[in-house]
Structure formats: C-alpha cells, structure tokens
C-alpha cells in the first residue's frame, strides 16, 4: 500500500499564516504510531508538508 499526505488548509489564499502549512509534532506522533502499526505500508510521501528535523525523528521512530 501507498500513502500520499499532504497538511495544510486548502483555498486559504492571502490569509494563510505559517502555522497552518505542514505538519504539527501532534499530527506526526498519530502519523509515526499508524505507521509502526501498519503491516502493508510499502511507500510513504509527505509533500509540501514542511517537515522538520525533530518530527523527521519521530517518524522514523528515533523520537519515540
């Protein structure tokens, strides 16, 4: 199985603010435990979903 996702709020437009784009350490917490459950996850994307170094870790499972 392939998993694409994308965080953010879509038709925004000029009135978006910065906190509203990617990913939150929340919303990767929930995505690292889905992922460490799942037996027929082969490929993983995350585009636009600025990520950063500490929530790379805890997807990858070093910040569990």
């Known amino acids: 199985m392939n ?3 994308t965080m ?3 038709h925004a437009g000029k009135a978006y603010k910065r906190d ?3 990913m939150n350490m ?3 917490l ?3 435990t889905g992922i460490a459950k ?3 996850l082969l490929k993983l994307s995350l585009p636009g979903n600025v990520i950063q ?3 790379i870790k805890i997807l990858v ?3 569990l």
Do not use: I, R
Request: charged residues 30%.
């Open 53 to 55: 170094d500490d929530l």
């Open 38 to 40: 799942s037996e027929f």
């Open 3 to 5: 998993l694409t996702l």
């Open 20 to 22: 509203d784009l990617g």
């Open 61 to 63: 499972g070093e910040g």
């Open 26 to 28: 929340d919303q990767a």
């Open 30 to 32: 929930s995505l690292a």
């Open 8 to 10: 953010g709020v879509k």
